[in-house]
């Protein structure tokens, strides 16, 4: 099992970036999908997470109309779209997996791609 995140990068306060997460080795398309982050010096939260077939999505409060999270269960790859980007989005990004329904917890979550940082100056 390996979920590989990538699309990080440095931009400015306003800028788009698109983060993706492949997966390898089990069937991603029957398991729901998470994004989570770290910023430094705080805990890890949750930011977005789809189901299986994208019918339900969960956005956190402080992305909500600027992050849109789907994905393309043929190419076993979940997309995070970050719009409108603040400073306070920077973080590492992680993506996870987990068998049933999507939620906001990251310890329901079983298998984490290893993260891809983030960074918007104002």
């Known amino acids: 099992v390996q979920l590989q995140a990538s699309g990080g990068g440095l931009v400015q306060a306003g800028a788009s970036l698109r983060l993706s997460c492949a997966a390898s080795?089990?069937?991603?398309?029957?398991?729901?999908a998470g994004w989570f982050r770290r910023a430094p010096g705080k805990e890890r939260e949750f930011v977005a997470a789809?189901?299986?077939?994208?019918?339900?999505?969960y956005y956190a409060d402080s992305v909500k109309g600027r992050f849109t999270i789907s994905r393309d269960n043929a190419k076993n790859t979940v997309y995070l779209q970050m719009n409108s980007l603040k400073p306070e989005d920077t973080a590492v990004y992680y993506c996870?997996?987990?068998?049933?329904?999507?939620?906001?917890?990251?310890?329901?979550?079983?298998?984490w791609g290893q993260g891809t940082q983030v960074t918007v100056s104002s």
């Open positions: 789809i189901n299986w077939n994208s019918s339900i999505r």
């Open positions: 080795g089990r069937t991603f398309s029957r398991n729901a």
């Open positions: 996870a997996d987990k068998r049933g329904s999507a939620n906001k917890y990251g310890a329901n979550y079983e298998y």
